[in-house]
């Protein structure tokens, strides 16, 4: 084939390249699994790369034959391709291999779609406005989705932060949404510069909308990202300005640029409080200046558990995906996770993710990857090269280091849309730095067919398990709205459907064999219940759920023991967690060991709404004083006590006072009897009570 038409047949495929996975991939979307894009989108990710691999290899042309491979040889794929092994031996370790599995083997359609664009796009120095041209069409229709939920908002009730969350375009929440707006300005923001007429037109309302939207979502770690990313781009352009070789007219396009953009914001802001209000704007900057409260105090405390995780396993980490199973042997006290009605999957650190599941390891050569993006726009910008690629390279710039920040505040890394663009900015960046700098050896990537059968065998590996998770997905949601109407025997065949040898978890990492347990326990299946029970514990042995119901299941075959083992372990993962301390409390009641049924519940909320709460402390309190009576020798003593005992309201304020005064039932007791005799009744002197206090709670403390 002639050079011009493999470039005509390059710079098709870019083409179709970009309508594919740029423009269509990010619009996968379905309602029927928990998460309606997530694997969805992974799925069609691998089976699109699949294809595409296909069509360059086996069609007329054969394109694949023809492309120029040695850009492979660039050190960022090297990195890439050990922090794939690195990650793999990390299944190795895991507690649930199935996570650790899939978390793995999501990285496959990220190295190869990379590869794939970067091999592409080194033949085609147009590919980067042919991409900014399709990134221009999705942001429109991306940000048309955005404006008609604002609308139906507004047709609806006044905008506030919490309806904000409603505006969520084709993501699966409000921030991710907010994000991908985002990651698509560098490149509508370079279309502006770069085209003219209708795409210049479509490039400005690209942008301008794209904007608006971040500013109404009140995404904090955007904002920060805008902020910060323009900051730093603009410091890195000053610092290097000289080698940018601009006139004196590019400089007040910078300022006119610069103007327009400060206006927007403030026109975005002041649209926004005509429907909203200037204090939740106010609300949402505040948490730059101080972020020791709310969901921010949340993150650093995330963020330090999964540094004590690393301290633990610093060489080979938890394994991929494990995050979420050993965190809350770490305690969830201080957590909205504490109760177990919230479970964090993520450190919403993706740095924190890697070096905490793959080690130290893992970690730098993930890290690299990032720092070999720097160096390449380092190099390009100081190099000969047209001043259109450098323009162009700070736009990747900018994409890259917003990546960077919201990868310290969330989880971009998970989202199959925002790898899409991470890989965008990836390959522009390498191309780029690749044409500049050609290599000096002849040392190419050597083209076999095993790179061929590695490349299939992973991506059908990557299909099977993004097919499997959907399907499990759409059986588990069907499942869960059974369970919601007690439809105990449908929640059970759902439940076998739902989990598959990829799929042993739901999306906030609770074991489907716990929801297929819970469904048998319900239908009086006790010992299918306990088997069912100790399979969601090998899957998760750290969910408090999990535990607490084992515990259960372990108590009711008379297994005392391990019960009181499991409840204890619940109770260290979360102090607050009032099932687990509550049946501990009944296990040790019904063995007769008053005093640690007593320890058990000591530290609940005095105000629990529990439904066995109350009946508990009755029990046990009533008890631990009928226990007592016998040991006092003053008979105005007893009797005082015993009027206690023979109101349960009475005993309930004593113990609240207990609590609050971090004193003992028992002692707090006697200080109310005293306080009775000595105070309302005065049959008492107060040296009499004295005597008495030195006696029964003084005394006993010595």
């Not at 940000?143 to 904000?164: K, P």
């Not at 070789?245 to 914001?265: E, G, M, N, P, Q």
């Not at 320890?599 to 631990?624: E, F």
Request: charge should be positive; hydrophobic fraction near 50%.
């Amino acid at each position: 084939m002639s050079k011009d038409k493999i470039n005509l047949a390059v710079n098709r495929a870019g083409v179709w390249f970009g309508i594919i996975f740029v423009l269509l991939l990010p619009l996968v979307y379905t309602p029927f699994t928990l998460d309606p894009a997530l694997m969805a989108r992974f799925a069609v990710w691998a089976i699109a790369l699949s294809g595409f691999f296909i069509w360059l290899k086996f069609s007329d042309n054969q394109l694949l034959d023809y492309l120029d491979f040695s850009i492979l040889n660039r050190l960022i794929f090297p990195l890439l391709l050990a922090w794939f092994l690195i990650a793999g031996t990390s299944v190795f370790v895991a507690v649930n291999v199935s996570e650790a599995i899939v978390e793995w083997i999501k990285i496959v359609p990220f190295i190869l779609f990379i590869a794939l664009g970067s091999i592409l796009f080194s033949q085609d120095k147009h590919a980067k406005y042919t991409i900014s041209r399709i990134v221009i069409v999705f942001a429109l229709i991306q940000s048309l989705i955005g404006i008609s939920q604002l609308i139906i908002v507004l047709l609806n009730a006044d905008l506030s932060h919490t309806l904000s969350y409603y505006i969520n375009g084709l993501s699966a929440h409000r921030n991710l949404f907010s994000q991908i707006l985002l990651f698509s300005l560098p490149f509508t923001v370079h279309g502006i510069i770069a085209f003219k007429s209708k795409w210049r037109i479509l490039a400005i309302i690209a942008s301008v909308t794209t904007f608006m939207l971040i500013v109404v979502l009140l995404t904090k770690s955007v904002w920060m990202a805008v902020i910060l990313s323009s900051v730093s781009v603009f410091v890195f352009f000053l610092n290097y300005f000289r080698f940018f070789d601009l006139k004196l007219r590019v400089f007040r396009k910078i300022a006119i640029a610069f103007v327009s953009f400060v206006a927007l914001v403030v026109l975005s802001v002041f649209i926004y409080v005509q429907f909203d209000s200037w204090e939740t704007i106010d609300k949402q900057a505040d948490w730059i200046r101080n972020y020791r409260f709310g969901s921010s105090l949340e993150r650093i405390d995330l963020w330090q558990k999964s540094v004590d995780i690393y301290r633990d396993y610093p060489m080979r980490g938890v394994g991929a995906g494990n995050w979420k199973i050993v965190l809350p042997s770490y305690g969830t006290d201080g957590l909205r996770s504490e109760e177990g009605v919230v479970n964090f999957v993520r450190p919403h650190n993706d740095f924190l993710s890697v070096l905490s599941e793959t080690g130290i390891f893992g970690f730098l050569l993930y890290l690299g990857f990032f720092v070999s993006l720097f160096y390449y726009i380092y190099k390009i910008v100081k190099s000969k090269a047209p001043k259109e690629d450098k323009v162009f390279s700070l736009f990747m710039l900018t994409g890259l280091i917003s990546y960077l920040i919201i990868s310290l505040l969330s989880f971009p890394k998970e989202r199959v849309e925002h790898s899409i663009f991470l890989a965008l900015y990836t390959i522009f960046i390498v191309t780029d730095y690749h044409r500049i700098f050609p290599l000096q050896n002849e040392n190419y990537f050597k083209r076999k067919k095993i790179y061929y059968v590695l490349v299939f065998f992973f991506l059908g590996f990557a299909i099977i398990i993004g097919i499997a998770r959907s399907l499990s997905e759409y059986h588990l949601k069907k499942a869960l709205n059974y369970r919601a109407n007690q439809d105990w025997s449908q929640v059970i065949d759902e439940c076998d459907k739902a989990e598959n040898i990829f799929t042993k978890l739901d999306n906030t990492s609770i074991p489907i064999a716990w929801y297929k347990a819970s469904a048998l326990f319900n239908s009086g299946k006790h010992n299918q219940a306990f088997n069912e029970f100790k399979r969601a514990y090998s899957y998760n042995p750290n969910n408090i759920h999990v535990l607490n119901n084992l515990a259960s299941a372990y108590e009711l075959k008379g297994n005392h023991d391990k019960a009181i083992e499991l409840y204890k372990r619940a109770i260290n993962t979360s102090s607050s967690f009032e099932d687990a301390s509550i049946n501990l409390c009944a296990v040790y009641f019904n063995l007769g060991d008053i005093e640690d049924a007593y320890q058990s519940i000591r530290y609940l909320n005095a105000n629990s709404n529990h439904p066995n709460y109350k009946k508990s402390i009755d029990l046990v309190l009533k008890t631990k004083i009928e226990n007592l009576l016998p040991k006092i020798v003053d008979r105005d003593v007893k009797l005082s006590v015993e009027r206690i005992n023979n109101s349960t309201e009475w005993i309930t304020k004593v113990f609240k006072q207990s609590q609050k005064n971090n004193t003992d039932f028992d002692n707090q007791v006697f200080e109310e009897a005293i306080y009775v005799m000595e105070t309302m009744d005065s049959t008492i002197t107060s040296s009499r009570a004295k005597y008495f206090r030195d006696k029964y709670i003084y005394e006993d403390n010595d």
